[in-house]
């Protein structure tokens, strides 16, 4: 018995020095162990949202596929791929740097290069706020991929992909978001409200993708001598309608990710971003019914996506119910701006400049008018001038670009390479090698050897020509 008290005793001495060993808890040791957490949190949740929001590449693919032909597949697939790979690189080399480095006087950033400001053992913030910023980056890119779908050679949209990334988007994002780090723009200090991007991303995007259509032309035989529309069909709805559900899911990282914080604000820009979506794409729906007779399906998933577009700028600072009339509005915008750019003879295969350049605008727009703390003249007027100065700097800007593109090397495939189809012409590859696809107007490629029927070729392409 006297053994075994002393054991007992001896034991308790052991605990009670480890105890005395131990840091007292204090007021600062807690809140400095609950701001790591935060701090850890912030993190995951930025990188888990630039993975979703990365996950929309897939979606743009798919959609652009979907809408246009099977003989352009491999291609729309190889852009998309080249914008995130290719863009990537220069974002790193030059957009971070001139998007949010310190500024020069509100217009663009002077450091930050090369992701100069890490260093091993620093700071690793602007590691994580470097991927979720460079996908943002890759999505204003990937969006003229679209409009410029079916004729453009695949070097000249290259040379594009890098200067979107490393030049037209940063500036006009330094404008709107240089604070966001190290700098700070003019838009930025006039109380500019663009929450996610519906001006800075896919305003910037849409409004490329017009100049890059402009410039190239429409595609052979879209319209007619009269100007009518020969419409022309894309190889794969599923495919298109697969996209828009993952795009739908990418926004739930676009739009919430965006507060680079993990804490309750994300639950309202979840909703708002859900209902605006589904407003979108319920009015798309009918507009489409009313005008055609018949619910159209590509209408109704592009009304999705404009409603996900208008949501961008104003999702954190709006009611759920003022993000159902802003979706609402932009899904009716949507069906009509595609009919008006069909209208004046500019061909857009899978509607981008309505989806994103519109309706980025309206969406820019909303955010004055359903502020939720208010609006005033001045908040419009700034909106406004927004969405003005992004027009101003990236159309003429992209037109230019694609404009020296097209004289030097050159913009557009031939006419023969056209109507090959761009896979097998610019990669000497076909996307469904065991079938006979069939083509709108006739076309055909057989057993996926990219070669026009030998009795059909020349007839068809003189028609196309004339119609064009």
Not at 87 to 94: C, L, M, P, R, Y
Not at 232 to 246: E, Q, S, T
Not at 441 to 461: E, F, H, R, Y
Request: proline letters at 3%.
């Amino acid at each position: 018995m006297k053994k075994f008290i002393i054991s007992i005793f001896l034991v308790l001495i052991c605990f009670t020095g480890a105890w005395a060993a131990d840091k007292v808890p204090t007021v600062l040791s807690n809140k400095e162990a609950i701001d790591l957490v935060q701090t850890h949190a912030d993190y995951v949740w930025t990188l888990v949202a630039a993975a979703l929001v990365f996950f929309m590449q897939a979606g743009f693919a798919m959609v652009e596929s979907g809408f246009t032909r099977a003989k352009n597949a491999i291609n729309i697939m190889m852009k998309n791929l080249m914008d995130f790979a290719m863009g990537s690189i220069a974002f790193w080399a030059v957009g971070f740097g001139l998007m949010f480095g310190v500024s020069m006087g509100g217009w663009f950033g002077t450091s930050g290069f090369f992701l100069s400001d890490y260093s091993p053992g620093g700071d690793p913030w602007v590691l994580a706020f470097w991927m979720f910023q460079v996908v943002f980056a890759a999505t204003a890119a990937t969006i003229v991929s679209g409009a410029m779908a079916e004729r453009t050679k695949f070097s000249g949209y290259l040379i594009y992909s890098v200067l979107i990334s490393a030049l037209i988007y940063p500036v006009f994002g330094s404008w709107a978001w240089g604070g966001l780090y190290k700098g700070g723009g003019w838009l930025e200090h006039l109380g500019f409200i663009d929450f996610a991007g519906s001006t800075v991303v896919h305003s910037v995007g849409g409004w490329a993708a017009l100049a890059g259509a402009i410039v190239l032309g429409p595609r052979l035989g879209k319209y007619t001598k009269e100007g009518k529309v020969k419409p022309i069909l894309g190889h794969n709805m599923p495919l298109a309608a697969l996209g828009v559900f993952i795009l739908w899911l990418g926004w739930f990282g676009f739009n919430p990710g965006s507060t680079t914080a993990a804490n309750k604000d994300i639950a309202m820009i979840f909703v708002n971003t859900n209902l605006a979506a589904a407003a979108g794409c319920v009015l798309a729906m009918f507009t489409s019914w009313v005008k055609f007779g018949k619910p159209e399906v590509g209408m109704s998933l592009n009304g999705a996506l404009a409603g996900l577009v208008a949501i961008t700028s104003p999702c954190a600072t709006v009611t759920p119910m003022s993000a159902i009339i802003i979706g609402a509005i932009a899904g009716v915008i949507v069906v009509m701006a595609v009919l008006f750019f069909d209208r004046i003879r500019i061909d857009d295969p899978v509607g981008a400049i309505s989806v994103h350049g519109v309706c980025g605008a309206w969406g820019t727009f909303s955010a004055g008018i359903f502020n939720i703390g208010g609006t005033s003249l001045k908040i419009i007027g700034v909106q406004l001038l927004g969405i003005t100065a992004c027009f101003l700097w990236v159309f003429p800007t992209a037109f230019a670009l694609f404009k020296l593109i097209d004289v030097t090397i050159g913009l557009r495939v031939s006419p023969e390479e056209e109507l090959e189809g761009l896979d097998f012409a610019e990669h000497g590859g076909t996307a469904y090698p065991d079938f006979e696809i069939s083509h709108a107007g006739g076309m055909a490629t057989v057993g996926g050897q990219g070669l026009l029927k030998a009795k059909t070729a020349s007839g068809m392409l003189n028609k196309a020509v004339e119609q064009t």
